[in-house]
């Protein structure tokens, strides 16, 4: 639902009721979010970026305005899942075929062909392609430029660096990262983290990031 905030009208002739979409975090990020709104919503809807401790009103709508899933989580638990509302740039392509969960957000350029499946609360960055019978987990975090290749998998929580390419049908394991650029040829390891071409075997990620 999209949110109102009680606003006196100028003209004195009563009060009218003025929509919040709310960003909250204002980093790096939230500068695309906010732009994933724009022609989008009606006169009386602001947009606007706080801080992510600012306390919203009860009936504003919500979106993130940072990437990292610790965050995110902390939002979600003050918040509830329900305030959140999704963002997808009027950019981005999402395929009528594609079915994606609740708050994700599609920034500027990228691509969601067909049959694509996402669970809630991904974020797929700035001109990233996932191409037909992608399946990508809770959480995901999808870098600017990574390609996921027809059929492949992105579990919860996993991150695919900038410029990163997963191969058709291949598995990146769930809270596994993969560096920017790397090329994934086989199935990724949940937790693991890989990079270069073809992705290799870095170390594995800590419970810290
Ligand atoms: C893969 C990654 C997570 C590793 O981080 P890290 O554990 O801190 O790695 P380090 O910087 O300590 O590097 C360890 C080694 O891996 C190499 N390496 C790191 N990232 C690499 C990458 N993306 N491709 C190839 N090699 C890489 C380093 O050169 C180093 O090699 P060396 O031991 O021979 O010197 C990180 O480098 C990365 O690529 N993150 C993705 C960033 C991104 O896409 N952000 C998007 C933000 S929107």
Redesign the pocket.
């Known amino acids: 639902m999209v949110a109102q905030t009680a606003v006196e009208d100028a003209t004195g002739s009563g009060v009218h009721r003025m929509r919040r979409i709310v960003i909250l975090g204002n980093g790096g990020?939230s500068a695309g979010v906010a732009e994933c709104f724009i022609g989008k919503v009606q006169p009386n809807t602001e947009v606007i970026i706080v801080p992510w401790d600012f306390m919203p009103e009860p009936d504003d709508a919500l979106t993130f305005g940072m990437?990292p899933t610790p965050h995110k989580k902390k939002l979600l638990e003050l918040h509830g899942q329900e305030r959140f509302c999704s963002a997808i740039h009027p950019s981005a392509t999402v395929s009528r075929r594609a079915v994606c969960g609740s708050a994700i957000q599609i920034m500027a350029g990228a691509i969601i062909q067909a049959k694509v499946w996402t669970g809630k609360n991904v974020l797929i960055?700035t001109g990233a392609i996932v191409e037909h019978d992608c399946d990508v987990g809770d959480f995901a975090?999808i870098?600017?430029g990574?390609v996921l290749l027809g059929k492949a998998i992105v579990e919860e929580n996993a991150?695919?660096?900038?410029?990163?390419t997963v191969l058709p049908g291949r598995t990146v394991g769930k809270d596994a990262?993969?560096?920017?650029?790397?090329v994934v040829t086989n199935d990724i390891q949940p937790r693991e983290?890989?990079?270069?071409?073809p992705a290799r075997h870095?170390?594995w990620r800590r419970d810290d990031e």
Do not use: D, E, T, Y
């Open positions: 990020h990437g960055n975090f870098a600017p990574a991150f695919v660096g900038g410029n990163a990262i993969v560096g920017a650029g790397a983290i890989v990079a270069g071409v870095l170390r």
